[in-house]
Nanobody, 124 residues
């Protein structure tokens, strides 16, 4: 299984970016996929998750209303639309797959597969 994250970059505060995560090697019909981020000197933190079947979504409080997670079952891909970006959103963003639903979806260790990360930098 491979996850390929892309779409990061440098953007001014208030701008937008769309991250993509392409999965290959298997499908995740009964799993949770998610986005995490890690800023320098900080632990990896949960950003958003989506149930592959049904499409239920979940967000960390600081990104609610600004970020939207989605998936394309046919393409085996997941996306994170990030609007109204803030300097505190600066981090390396990782996509993750094969997580479990429920409270544990915010726990990085519960995911079995990870992408390589894509850098998002928001300037003030």
């Amino acid at each position: 299984v491979q996850l390929q994250a892309s779409g990061g970059g440098l953007v001014q505060a208030g701008g937008s970016l769309r991250l993509s995560c392409a999965a290959s090697g298997r499908t995740f019909s009964r799993s949770v996929m998610g986005w995490f981020r890690q800023a320098p000197g900080k632990e990896r933190e949960f950003v958003a998750a989506i149930r592959w079947s049904g499409g239920s979504t979940y967000y960390e409080d600081s990104v609610k209303g600004r970020f939207t997670i989605s998936r394309d079952n046919a393409k085996n891909a997941m996306y994170l639309q990030m609007n109204s970006l803030k300097p505190e959103d600066t981090a390396v963003y990782y996509c993750a797959a094969d997580g479990r639903p429920g409270k544990v979806m915010i726990v990085a260790a519960e995911y079995n597969y990870w992408g390589q990360g894509t850098q998002v930098t928001v300037s003030s």
